[in-house]
């Protein structure tokens, strides 16, 4: 089985991992490890502008390939999106290097529930808990636990692992994933109704079902508004997020089909130029 080469030029490894959408991986020198439900992939940084996936079978190349949504052409992404506005066609250069993870469904979910008013050292050291708590040891990692694998797991024990207030939500939306909520569905639904039933689930509001619906589902309809994406369209955009009909409305027109890939834009430039 033959090595997986990427060109960096089109492929932006710290962008993509910098960007928010994940948080099970890490860096030491020029490898990156990242780490998706029970699987791992060492991707090494190699002269002459290339990363190295070392694949070592089919089923590997086939999942991070899917993970790293390899087989979008984002050319044509950011060429519709250039179209839309300056400020966009600025984001969308900068940051081109940038793709949206295919990831899994449910590490996706938790972690996100978990992300809700947190910062990113809180969040990693929360999902870290909570693998070396219930996850599988794998050879040289301990995989992100099943829902049967933290059925036993209580609010109290969330809140010893740091979780706080959102100890209630974690055992809930596990408990409602364990007596029958069928995540897979929501691949088959609409983005609308797909949306409204993550929001039945315990600690998952707007932004938070938006984020597991791009980053998991690959709905691109899909526009997380968090802090910074707030920044952008109130100071860029002119737009006071008073309605959040008329926000919605001028989100899909605006932004279109690949709005979630337009958000990611913005809020890098946001994170990056608008502190």
Not at 3 to 32: H, N, V
Not at 170 to 193: A, C, K, P, R, W
Request: glycine share 6%; aromatic share 10%.
């Amino acid at each position: 089985m033959e090595d997986l080469l990427i060109r960096t030029e089109e492929f932006d490894i710290d962008q993509i991992l910098e960007s928010g959408q994940a948080f099970r991986w890490s860096r030491e020198g020029d490898t990156y490890t990242v780490l998706d439900s029970d699987r791992c992939v060492h991707i090494k940084r190699v002269p002459e502008g290339h990363l190295l996936f070392p694949i070592l079978s089919e089923s590997d190349l086939s999942y991070w390939r899917n993970y790293f949504d390899l087989d979008t052409d984002y050319s044509e992404v950011i060429s519709e999106l250039s179209e839309k506005d300056s400020i966009l066609k600025e984001s969308a250069s900068e940051y081109k290097g940038i793709r949206i993870l295919r990831q899994d469904r449910f590490q996706t979910l938790i972690s996100f529930i978990i992300s809700a008013n947190n910062n990113i050292p809180r969040i990693r050291k929360i999902i870290d808990r909570i693998c070396m708590s219930r996850g599988r040891q794998m050879d040289g990692f301990i995989a992100f636990p099943t829902p049967e694998e933290l059925s036993s797991v209580s609010t109290e024990d969330y809140m010893s692992m740091g979780a706080g207030y959102r100890a209630d939500y974690l055992s809930s939306t596990v408990s409602d994933i364990n007596s029958g909520f069928d995540i897979d569905s929501l691949n088959e639904m609409s983005y609308e109704d797909a949306k409204k039933r993550l929001l039945t689930l315990k600690g998952i509001g707007p932004k938070v079902a938006d984020c597991i619906l791009l980053f998991a589902y690959h709905r691109t309809e899909a526009f997380p508004i968090d802090t910074w994406i707030k920044k952008v369209l109130e100071v860029l955009y002119g737009r006071k997020l008073m309605n959040r009909k008329e926000t919605e409305t001028f989100i899909a027109e605006h932004f279109g089909r690949y709005a979630g890939i337009a958000q990611q834009y913005l809020f890098c430039h946001a994170r990056d130029h608008m502190r």
